[in-house]
T-cell receptor, first 116, second 112 residues
C-alpha cells in the first residue's frame, strides 16, 4: 500500500505566487489533516476534514484553503505565498477521528516549501 | 498555542542505555499518543494511552500517564542506534473535537 502520498517533495515559490500541495491516501480513511512543522514549534494543525465535503479550520488556517471532494484527496492551497509560510507541510489521515482507539494518524513524508 | 511541552529538547545516550522523555500538557485529555519522526520523514505512531490508564507497554516502550500532574513519560529500554529520531507527544483534548495537538518534540540521539 502507498499509504499517504504527498507531492511535490520540494517547492520554491516567490512571494505572491499561489500553489497547491497534493495529498492522497489509499486506506479509505475518513479523517484527513494538514500540519506545518517549524523548528522549535512542533506541528501545528492548519485544516482538517472528517469526511468528503466537510472541512474545518485548525490552529493556523490563515493563508490556506482546503477542499475535500473525494475520500482519497485533500489538497492544500496557498493563495498568495508569503515568506512566513516557509515550512515543512505534512498531510496525515486516520480511519476515524485521530483520538479514537485504533485510529492513529498516518503521515506522508512531507513537502518542504520555501517562499522567497 | 502548543498543548504539550516536551523535556528534554535533546537527549544523547549510548547504545544499550535507557532513554526517558517527558511531556506535560495543560488541559484535560481523552488520551495521549507518542509518535516518532526519523529525519526527513513523516511521523509514525508508537503508542496511545487513555486518560484512565496509568501505564502501557509495547515492546521496548513504556509509557506512563499522570493526569493529576498532567504529564506523561516515554521510556525506551535498551536503546539502539536505530532509535535515533525525534519523539513527539500528542494530546486529544476533551474540548478539542477532531484534532490532535502536538508537542515540540525531543531529539534523541543514540550513539553506537
Amino acid at each position: 500500500n502507498a499509504g499517504v502520498t504527498q507531492t511535490p517533495k520540494f517547492q520554491v515559490l516567490k512571494t505572491g505566487q499561489s500553489m497547491t500541495l497534493q495529498c492522497a491516501q489509499d486506506m479509505n480513511h475518513e479523517y484527513m489533516s494538514w500540519y506545518r512543522q517549524d523548528p522549535g514549534m512542533g506541528l501545528r494543525l492548519i485544516h482538517y476534514s472528517v469526511g468528503a465535503g466537510i472541512t474545518d479550520q485548525g490552529e493556523v488556517p490563515n493563508g490556506y484553503n482546503v477542499s475535500r471532494s473525494t475520500t482519497e484527496d485533500f489538497p492544500l492551497r496557498l493563495l498568495s505565498a508569503a515568506p512566513s509560510q516557509t515550512s515543512v507541510y505534512f498531510c496525515a489521515s486516520s480511519y476515524s477521528y485521530p483520538g479514537a482507539y485504533n485510529s492513529p494518524l498516518h503521515f506522508g513524508n512531507g513537502t518542504r516549501l520555501t517562499v522567497t | 498555542s502548543q498543548q504539550g511541552e516536551e523535556d528534554p529538547q535533546a537527549l544523547s545516550i549510548q547504545e544499550g542505555e535507557n532513554a526517558t522523555m517527558n511531556c506535560s500538557y495543560k488541559t484535560s485529555i481523552n488520551n495521549l499518543q507518542w509518535y516518532r519522526q526519523n529525519s526527513g520523514r513523516g511521523l509514525v505512531h508508537l503508542i496511545l494511552i487513555r486518560s484512565n490508564e496509568r501505564e502501557k507497554h509495547s515492546g521496548r516502550l513504556r509509557v506512563t500517564l499522570d493526569t493529576s500532574k498532567k504529564s506523561s513519560s516515554l521510556l525506551i529500554t535498551a536503546s539502539r542506534a536505530a532509535d535515533t529520531a525525534s519523539y513527539f507527544c500528542a494530546t486529544d483534548e476533551e474540548t478539542s473535537g477532531s484534532r490532535l495537538t502536538f508537542g515540540e518534540g525531543t531529539q534523541l540521539t543514540v550513539n553506537p
